[in-house]
């Protein structure tokens, strides 16, 4: 894809390079590009999409700054032990292909979701309620929002389009020495009372 798009250049004096969604969003060939192309002398810009994340944002009617949002591709969270907060939001990108390196046109298995469960469940309940995301790509039909219990996450149908939602489990408690630090500890106090 990168060599396709540089080649370009070398016979168009313009070249754009279109992609789904956020072209920088979970994409690693719109940035090299850019990075190469720019290497290379010429002029190269990134414009902002509507990635999946926004689509999810406004069909599940999360907005991030109410309890926050913690966002990790799914491998990547399970292969670094990422630190998240379970008083927050947590979306994982990619999850119907946990720890797959491969690229595949008719749809990926999905046997590395246990690990994934093992992992979560060190943090949330079995019984927590997760929720499988998949954004409409046809303006007439309606997204996927399947909830799904931790427990049962294995045996959900996950594609490369699924994105995984795990709502907070755990309230979150206003740090009081913070709110007083901040000169609104009043304004906190009668908005939790
Ligand atoms: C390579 S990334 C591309 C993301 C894209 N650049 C964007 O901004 O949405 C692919 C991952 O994005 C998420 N994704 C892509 N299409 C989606 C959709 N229709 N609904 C929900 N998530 C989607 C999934 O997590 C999927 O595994």
Known sequence: MICRVLDSLTTN??????????????????????????????????????SAEDCLFAD?????????????????????GRVFDPRSYLILWQVGLIGDITFKLDGY??????????????????????????????????????????????????????TLVVPPAVRSEVDMEMADLLGIKDFITRKIS
Request: proline share 7%.
């Open 13 to 50: 004096d313009i070249v754009c390079f279109v992609l789904y969604g956020h072209p920088g969003v979970f994409v690693y060939p719109s940035h090299e590009v850019i990075r190469r192309a720019k290497l290379a002398g010429h002029d190269a810009q990134m414009l902002p999409g509507i």
């Open 60 to 80: 599940i009617g999360i907005d991030p700054a109410r309890l926050g949002c913690c966002t990790f591709e799914a491998t990547d969270f399970l292969l670094y």
């Open 109 to 162: 298995d999905t046997p590395n979701v246990e690990p994934l469960v093992q992992r979560l469940s060190r943090s949330y309940p079995l019984d927590h309620d997760l929720i499988v995301y998949e954004a409409s790509q046809y303006a007439v039909c309606a997204p996927r929002v399947d909830h799904v219990s931790l427990q049962n996450l294995a045996s959900e149908k996950l594609t490369a389009i699924s």
